[in-house]
Each structure stands twice: as C-alpha cells, then as structure tokens.
C-alpha cells in the first residue's frame, strides 16, 4: 500500500522532532569527545566503548578525528532507521 503525501509530511515532521541532531553531535565531540559522547548520542555505544578503550593505543585519538568527517554520515544513517521505521508503522496502520 502507497502512503499518501500527507503520511510522508508526517513521517519528515517526526523525523526532524526525532532525530538526532547533527549540530549537538558536533558539540558533544568538541567538548565530550574524550569520553566518546557524541557516539553514545548517536546510538552507537558499542563503537563508542570501543573508541575510549583505544585511546589506551592512541588509535582512539586519531579516530576521533575522523570522527569529525563521519558525525553527518551517522546522523542520516541515524535519520534513515528512524524514516523506515515510521514508514513500515504507517504503512501497518493503513493496512488494519
């Protein structure tokens, strides 16, 4: 079943609300970059944990500054789950 384009206006609006948001990340890596706070921020605690345990080898330290380059690939990533899953919860709704 097609959504209509006011499902689709719906599901952008939830989106924006729900989303996270790329600026906050970017400050969460400014100042709580050590602790790996903008990838718990954006869902990824297992990348996180991982990226304050490599700072012990000093690879942590160059991955967060890669991380600076990836923080709006992991918010549309992040935007992404979030459009299907309201897209499959309204398309499960008009189907009922």
Known sequence: MSLTIQDRIL???????????????Y???FFLGIVSAHRFYLGRP?????????????VGFIWLLIDAFLIPAMVRGKQGELRDRFT???????SA
Do not use: D, H, K
């Not at 499959?88 to 008009?94: D, K, P, W, Y």
């Open 27 to 29: 400050a969460l890596w």
């Open 88 to 94: 499959a919860q309204a398309t499960a709704m008009g």
């Open 11 to 25: 599901i952008e609006t939830r989106i924006g609300n729900e989303a996270p948001s790329v600026g906050l990340a």
């Open 46 to 58: 297992g990348t996180a944990i991982l990226q304050i345990v490599s700072y012990l080898f000093l």
